[in-house]
């Protein structure tokens, strides 16, 4: 997605080995279709909150959440390793990982900037700062987060859509947006220059967001997203795409 003279936006859409095409849409429509796109309610009333945070970390945190769920290993523990390893895209299975959409979007950026190095080094920081506990097994060190912090993974739990949005101007600029909507809340991930931030987020301040990625005459972006399977309105329990009724709560599908 390209940002032109005359204000509007030269969209090329993918499809796969199916080729793509090629439109041009203006700001507000653009704005719109990232709204749907991240599964955000316009009827939510909910305040936005948010804490910034080292970008380093923020990346380690949306990798390390990524490797808990999918290794659901007891303690909710991962290595430096696997964290470094999240973000790499060529694998056939990638697809159904938690921060896909952003490997998918950033993780040339990503590798380009960051070391194996950075990350141990930083997780030893966060360590040091009571974000996460560390233990050792044959040499090796597993990291886990702190108890206060233990509620990280689960803003991941039953995610039904996340929305990556990478973006670069003429001048070198960068900047990341990850947003995904789960039953209760939508959450955003944004990195801009040396600071992170991670966000829970109303209509208002995810239109905010949009405007600020789409604002600069020759910025470019980049966009993935993912939806998951439907989720029972009722209990939030997974539903198969032919369900009529929830087999959990026996809810009719709407």
Request: aromatic share 10%.
């Amino acid at each position: 997605l390209t940002n032109t003279a005359n204000s509007e936006y030269a969209l090329v859409y993918e499809a796969g080995d199916n080729g793509g095409y090629l439109t041009c849409e203006n700001r507000e429509t653009i704005c719109k279709m990232l709204q749907e796109l991240s599964g955000i309610s316009n009827s939510r009333e909910m305040s936005p909150t948010g804490m910034e945070i080292s970008p380093i970390y923020l990346l380690i945190i949306l990798a390390a959440c990524d490797v808990i769920l999918q290794n659901k290993y007891e303690g909710g523990w991962f290595t430096a390793a696997s964290v470094f390893n999240a973000y790499d895209n060529s694998g056939e299975s990638g697809f159904s990982r938690l921060i896909f959409p952003l490997a998918y979007v950033a993780d040339d950026v990503i590798y380009r900037s960051i070391s194996y190095e950075d990350i141990q080094k930083a997780l030893n920081k966060m360590v040091k700062e009571e974000i996460l506990d560390v233990d050792e097994i044959d040499g090796t060190p597993l990291y886990a987060f702190t108890l206060k912090y233990r509620y990280l993974p689960k803003l991941f739990e039953g995610v039904k859509n996340s929305l990556a949005v990478y973006r670069h101007d003429e001048l070198g600029n960068i900047s990341l947006l990850y947003v995904i909507s789960n039953q209760t809340e939508t959450l955003g991930f944004t990195i801009k220059k040396d600071i992170g931030k991670i966000e829970r987020l109303n209509a208002i301040r995810f239109n905010e967001l949009c405007e600020t990625v789409l604002a600069d005459e020759g910025a470019n972006l980049i966009i993935q997203t993912q939806m998951s399977r439907k989720f029972c309105i009722n209990c939030g329990s997974p539903l198969n795409a032919e369900s009529r009724f929830c087999s959990n709560c026996g809810k009719p599908v709407l």
